[in-house]
């Protein structure tokens, strides 16, 4: 079964400065996706970024990137120039058939 | 173009109980998807949904079900309610069923079990 590993329950950074989420992920497929999801405080899960595995180039969405290493089955998020506003629960998640989630990354952001 | 929407937001309900959730996806959006969210088990999948026809199930039991209706809103029912059923449903609506596709998620139902 495909087990997704967030190995940080929380992390803190300071507002303006980089943080990386990691995640890695036990798969015996060869095709198959991985995003990244931000639940802010009693507000709605939204996507950060997605990721084809089949894809070598990583995954960037403006101040958001990933480091995909697919040998590794590894996935992690940076956070460039973070603001107070990404403070939020970070999820990893691989899909094949079926979406599953990591435990999360509560991230906090200090002015 | 209006969100996800999950009814009811709250319910109280007591073991041996049953319960019925809503979600109504986005408009167009033809798959539905469901989660439920512990602080213990994280966020667990239960089941997706495609132009009324069950794509994928979790590893839940028997007395979790769903439907998805004509016009794409879906509905799961848990029967027999025990404590440990007391969680965050989340309701996720996508375009088609192409897994790479973003999912977008309700405000979710905060089910609670005495």
């Known amino acids: 079964a495909q087990t997704v590993t967030q190995s940080q329950p929380e992390m803190s950074v300071q507002e303006a400065e980089t943080v990386t989420l990691s995640c890695t992920y036990d798969t015996s497929e060869s095709d198959y996706y991985l995003f990244w999801y931000k639940q802010p405080p009693s507000r709605q899960m939204i996507l950060v970024i997605r990721?084809?595995?089949?894809?070598?180039q990583n995954a960037t969405e403006n101040r958001f990137s990933v480091n995909f290493q697919k040998a590794a089955k590894s996935f992690s998020l940076k956070i460039s120039d973070s603001q107070l506003g990404d403070a939020a629960m970070y999820f990893c998640?691989?899909?094949?058939?079926?979406?599953?989630f990591g435990a999360g990354t509560r991230l906090t952001v200090k002015p | 173009k209006a969100g996800v929407t999950q009814t009811p937001r709250y319910l109280i309900k007591t073991r041996g109980q049953q319960v019925t959730l809503s979600c109504s996806p986005i408009?167009?959006?033809?798959?539905v998807s469901w989660y439920q969210q512990t602080p213990g088990q994280g966020l667990q999948f239960l089941f997706e949904?495609?132009?009324?026809?069950?794509?994928n199930k979790g590893n839940f039991p028997g007395r979790f079900s769903g439907r998805q209706f004509s016009n794409s809103r879906s509905e799961m029912n848990v029967s027999t309610l025990e404590l440990g059923d007391s969680a965050l449903y989340l309701c996720?609506?996508?375009?088609?069923?192409?897994?790479?596709?973003?999912?977008?998620f309700g405000p979710g139902t905060r089910l609670t079990v005495l």
């Open positions: 949904y495609f132009s009324e026809t069950q794509r």
């Open positions: 998640a691989y899909r094949n058939n079926d979406m599953r």
């Open positions: 990721q084809e595995a089949y894809k070598q």
């Open positions: 996720a609506s996508t375009r088609d069923n192409y897994a790479y596709n973003e999912q977008f």
């Open positions: 408009s167009g959006h033809r798959s």
